[in-house]
């Protein structure tokens, strides 16, 4: 079976640019959730999505926005980019709603640079 | 505020011999934690979790320790060996958001031949 899967796996853009990255959850999960990993530094919490509804938001500024479609991937887009910004964005997939014994598993990683 | 952490960034340990990774927490609302590995250009893998109920949960050569008074969790790894080589992750999950995973920084793991 795929697991979650994620495109592009590396972008450049420019500051001021916007982005969107894609996510594909596995097949039957209902659940996206997104992630920001900056070099040195574990996973943050950026959305979850369940069942085409967000969920939950991290500490991130408007200028993230993300959405769930009918087949259940997710889009995330980000606004206005910053330096700030260069991380690997991960997204992750769960049956239902990824709380507790609920596993979030991990796509590859979207690795943006901004300059 | 960093709720997750992970003090040690880097551990190594000779094949074989045990590896015990450790992550400490301060929100004594979390109720579920996980471990998770990854190597270079992949992301996280899921590896093994326990829920605050429990003291102890094992899966192989891998093994959770969670000490609650000390809001303290290990992983061990019996034995190790040189595929275990990969950065490991601490992440919790609590009552109040159960569905967002607060990662500690992560712990570099090289198993030498």
């Known amino acids: 079976d795929a697991g979650v899967t994620q495109s592009p796996t590396h972008l450049i853009k420019t500051r001021g640019q916007h982005v969107t990255l894609r996510c594909s959850p596995i097949?039957?999960?209902?659940?996206v959730s997104w992630y920001q990993q900056v070099l040195g530094q574990g996973p943050q919490f950026i959305f979850q999505y369940y069942e085409k509804e967000e969920r939950g938001r991290g500490n991130f500024p408007d200028r993230f926005s993300a959405r769930q479609f009918p087949n259940y991937s997710s889009e995330l887009n980000v606004n206005a980019l910053l330096l700030g910004d260069s991380a690997l964005y991960l997204c992750?997939?769960?049956?239902?709603?990824?709380?507790?014994?609920?596993?979030?598993?991990f796509g590859p990683g979207t690795r943006l640079t901004v300059l | 505020d960093q709720q997750v952490k992970q003090n040690s960034p880097s551990l190594s340990v000779q094949e074989g011999r045990i590896s015990i990774l450790n992550c400490d927490y301060t929100n004594s609302m979390f109720d579920y934690f996980l471990w998770y590995k990854k190597y270079p250009a992949e992301g996280p893998t899921f590896l093994i979790s326990?829920?605050?109920?429990?003291d102890k949960n094992e899966d192989g050569r891998f093994t959770v320790f969670l000490n609650k008074s000390a809001k303290h969790l290990s992983l061990h790894i019996v034995p190790s060996q040189p595929g275990d080589s990969a950065v490991y992750f601490c992440?919790?999950?609590?009552?109040?958001?159960?569905?967002?995973?607060?990662f500690g920084s992560g712990t570099r793991l090289l198993v030498r031949p």
């Open positions: 326990i829920s605050s109920i429990k």
């Open positions: 992440a919790a999950s609590g009552m109040d958001s159960s569905y967002k995973l607060i």
């Open positions: 992750a997939s769960s049956l239902r709603n990824g709380a507790g014994t609920d596993t979030q598993y």
């Open positions: 097949s039957g999960h209902k659940s």
